[in-house]
């Protein structure tokens, strides 16, 4: 066989390989928080932000309405650093809270994102979030909260969020951003 018919051949393998590779991570419909975490590019996301992640089955109880006026975005990828340093400005609201899921829903500038699966996971005052939402705009994201519940009530947050699907132009999938602050319950 000459050259040209193994490179071809070596290509076509490589090329299925890579194909069975991007197969074993799920892109949507998580059923656990370690789904999440088997996912490749939520990994690399973790790993870069640094979110830290509460594991535990008696996460505190934070069901309520939260205003994030206080919460600024810290860091992004390339694609969204423009959003570096504005404050975010929605209310979120967790209710139906189990030892292992919860309900999610956020509004903000008209615009509503509704959880399609929310995990919980953590101990004591500490919990981290695992959320697949649909926004309004047709986007799909992943999100991950880490906090700890302050003496009032108030939760002291650590977000970030990925685009799973459809992001708005000129976004891409992958592209993510972080955030810190206070999330005030109202």
């Not at 139906?96 to 829903?105: F, K, R, Y």
């Not at 500490?126 to 880490?146: R, Y």
Request: proline share 4%; with cysteine.
């Amino acid at each position: 066989m000459n050259r040209i018919g193994c490179l071809f051949i070596l290509l076509v393998f490589l090329a299925s390989c890579k194909k069975e590779a991007q197969k074993e991570y799920k892109k949507s419909g998580f059923n656990s928080s370690q789904e999440f975490l088997d996912n490749a590019d939520i990994k690399h996301v973790i790993n870069v932000s640094g979110i830290p992640i509460y594991e535990g089955t008696n996460p505190p109880n934070i069901e309520g309405e939260y205003s994030t006026n206080e919460c600024t975005v810290v860091s992004a990828s390339k694609n969204m650093s423009q959003v570096i340093g504005v404050s975010l400005s929605s209310t979120f609201k967790f209710s139906n809270q189990t030892s292992s899921q919860i309900d999610i829903a956020e509004s903000a500038y008209g615009q509503y994102v509704k959880g399609s699966g929310a995990f919980i996971t953590g101990s004591g005052k500490k919990f981290t979030l695992w959320i697949e939402a649909h926004q309004s705009t047709g986007s799909d994201v992943v999100a991950l909260m880490s906090g700890n519940v302050l003496i009032n009530g108030d939760i002291q947050i650590d977000n970030v969020s990925l685009y799973t699907n459809s992001p708005p132009q000129p976004l891409i999938i992958g592209d993510w951003w972080e955030s810190t602050g206070p999330f005030r319950l109202l």
